[in-house]
């Protein structure tokens, strides 16, 4: 943990505190919304012994809550409301409060699909996969703060398909066919829509897709891929190398253009006003 308030003037330096932790699970830690919570996967001391889910209180630095982890999950992370943690596994989707109480679980019907392209990407930059989820880009008083969702195949017919769940309530919402592979997804807020790019001959093609009926809402050009919504749902950064691209999301028009990128953008962070991209 670093003391970001408490800065050396000298050499810029933070305040490190270290802090004992059980053996992580490589790629599971997840903050929550408001950065005062962080939760992982602890993995067992043997064969014999269960994986854990550990809640931790960044602020106070000590661990809040563990409850024993479903057989071979493989991701946790929080709601937009900060209300819910769900884990993930081949054999479902498990819904707990912040107490690590389970609410509920849902069975996961097919195959999870790793949200990325593994190979390249147009341009030859190499991208990495997204996790197994994702989560609207939402504020907590959002009806979509709730809401949440997986990839899914088919693998005999190689039909992929993106389920959403209702955290709060547990269970599940809706689930739309998509068009093909999904390389990145994003889904918004209070938009009803989520926006996907797919790959598809030798280029990416990315449309904005009802999030009720599956129905494609329109296209954007080639190559584009959605990278996410600000806070407030208004925005929506999009890449193509070598330009990335802001959205309206209540109008979906384009309102600017970033230009100056010597490769393509793997990540960015909205300011929580949304007047800043990173």
Request: contains cysteine; hydrophobic residues 40%; charged residues 25%.
């Amino acid at each position: 943990c670093w003391d970001l308030l408490h800065v050396d003037p000298l050499n810029r330096a933070a305040k490190a505190e270290n802090v004992a932790l059980k053996s992580i699970k490589q790629g599971s830690v997840t903050k929550s919304p408001s950065g005062q919570y962080f939760t992982f996967i602890s993995s067992g001391d043997g064969d014999e012994s269960p994986d854990n889910i550990l809640l931790y209180d960044a602020v106070e630095r000590r661990e809040k809550r563990k409850v024993a982890a479903p057989a071979a999950t493989s991701a946790v992370f929080f709601s937009a409301d900060e209300k819910a943690i769900v884990a993930i596994s081949k054999e479902a989707v498990t819904f707990y409060d912040l107490n690590l109480r389970k609410t509920g679980e849902m069975p996961v019907e097919k195959t999870i699909h790793r949200i990325g392209d593994p190979d390249q990407v147009p341009g030859g930059i190499a991208e990495d996969r997204q996790p197994y989820w994702l989560t609207a880009t939402a504020e907590p008083s959002s009806q979509a703060a709730t809401l949440a969702g997986i990839v899914e195949v088919d693998e005999a017919s190689d039909q992929y398909s993106l389920t959403l769940f209702d955290t709060a309530k547990a269970r599940k919402v809706s689930s739309i066919n998509l068009p093909s592979r999904p390389v990145t997804v994003a889904l918004g807020s209070d938009t009803g829509a989520v926006v996907v790019a797919w790959n598809h001959a030798e280029s990416s093609k990315c449309a904005l897709i009802s999030t009720s009926n599956g129905a494609i809402l329109r296209t954007f050009p080639d190559n584009h891929r959605p990278r996410g919504f600000s806070f407030d749902g208004q925005r929506l950064l999009m890449s193509s190398f070598p330009n990335d691209f802001l959205y309206d999301a209540r109008t979906w028009t384009q309102i600017a253009e970033l230009k100056g990128h010597s490769r393509m953008v793997c990540a960015y962070a909205f300011d929580p006003l949304g007047r800043f991209v990173a």
